[in-house]
Nanobody, 122 residues
Framework: VQLVESGGGPVQAGGSLRLSCVAS????????MAWFRQAPGKEREGVAT???????VYADSVKGRFTISQDNAKNTLYLRMDSLKFEDTAMYYC?????????????????WGQGTQVTVSS
């Protein structure tokens, strides 16, 4: 199983980015998938999850601004990020749980990508 993220980069506050996570070695949409992020000096935190029946959950800090989605044909997970803020600056990680439904705890996720950096300038 391999998860490879892309799409990060520098962006001005108020701008948008779309992160991608290509999964290989298994069918990603059969399982809970998630985006996490980790800012320097802070703990890794959950951003959004999508389960095997496409139910989504978002952190309060990103509700209304971020959208998690999947392209089953491409086995790819996305995170559309709009109205970006300085505090969204972090390394963003894609993760898979190996379970159909989601949980917020880090330990629930067994497969992780290498991360993609998002830097928002104010």
């Amino acid at each position: 199983v391999q998860l490879v993220e892309s799409g990060g980069g520098p962006v001005q506050a108020g701008g948008s980015l779309r992160l991608s996570c290509v999964a290989s070695g298994y069918i990603s949409h059969s399982y809970c998938m998630a985006w996490f992020r980790q800012a320097p000096g802070k703990e890794r935190e959950g951003v959004a999850t999508i389960d095997s029946v496409y139910s989504t959950v978002y952190a309060d800090s990103v509700k209304g601004r971020f959208t998690i989605s999947q392209d089953n044909a491409k086995n790819t997970l996305y995170l559309r990020m709009d109205s970006l803020k300085f505090e969204d600056t972090a390394m963003y990680y894609c993760a898979s749980s190996g379970h159909r439904y989601c949980d917020s705890s880090l330990g629930y996720y067994v497969y992780w990508g290498q991360g993609t950096q998002v830097t928002v300038s104010s």
